[in-house]
């Protein structure tokens, strides 16, 4: 009964270092800590793995962005393995991006014809992902998010969108939550919206 991680691969998405790899939980194991190997960690993700559906999201029990790696916890239900990646960047410093009620933009880079987004949706109970992230992107072409909570997600939240966004469209992205929660998000677009 315990709980491994294990880091796969290193890369390189513009001005960020990423690391990811697998956890696994043996026995009644519910999570424990991931050695990122980096220092100072943006923004995270975990995703549980197997070959079934799961009432209950892994979540990574940390405040985010500006933690101080290289651990960070996860919990998840007992016996799911799953994957994980973490984000390494500079120091946020919350005067450069503008935030809303809703929407945190962390930090932006590029690479290669890809414009990349990471941040967090705050108190999202069926909210959207607002007007911050549409104009940072123009173009939003999809986005993954994963729970900071203390315990297992139990209801699952979905991106109720069909990408890639269009440049015009308003609103921004609607996610839908059944609880006030707090996700970390990465989304992507290709350079000034086109295709």
């Known amino acids: 009964m315990t709980f491994t991680s294990d880091l796969d691969w290193i890369a390189k998405i513009g001005k960020w270092k990423v690391k990811g790899g ?19 960690i943006l923004c995270a ?7 079934g559906t799961t009432t209950d999201l892994p979540v990574l029990n940390e405040t985010f962005p500006d933690l101080a790696g290289p651990y960070m916890a ?32 962390i930090d932006q880079t590029s690479e290669g014809n890809l414009d990349f987004v990471i941040g967090q949706i705050v108190d999202s109970a069926n909210g959207t992902v607002a007007t911050d992230l549409q104009s940072v992107l123009r173009k939003v072409e999809g986005i993954f998010y994963t729970p900071v909570d203390s315990a297992v997600e139990a209801a699952a939240p979905a991106v ?25 998000f990465l989304a992507w677009g290709k350079k000034g919206g086109s295709i």
């Open 45 to 51: 993700f975990v995703q549980k793995t197997g070959n």
């Open 22 to 40: 697998r956890y696994t939980n043996t026995g009644a194991d519910t999570g424990g800590d991931i050695d990122t190997g980096l220092g100072n």
């Open 74 to 105: 996860v919990i998840s239900k007992a016996a799911e393995d799953g994957l994980w990646f973490a984000i390494e960047g500079q120091t946020y410093d919350p005067t450069v991006e503008a935030a809303d009620d809703e929407t945190l933009i």
């Open 160 to 184: 109720n969108e069909a990408f890639p966004l269009a440049a015009s469209q308003t609103g921004g992205i609607t996610t839908l939550v059944t609880a006030t929660k707090t996700f970390n």
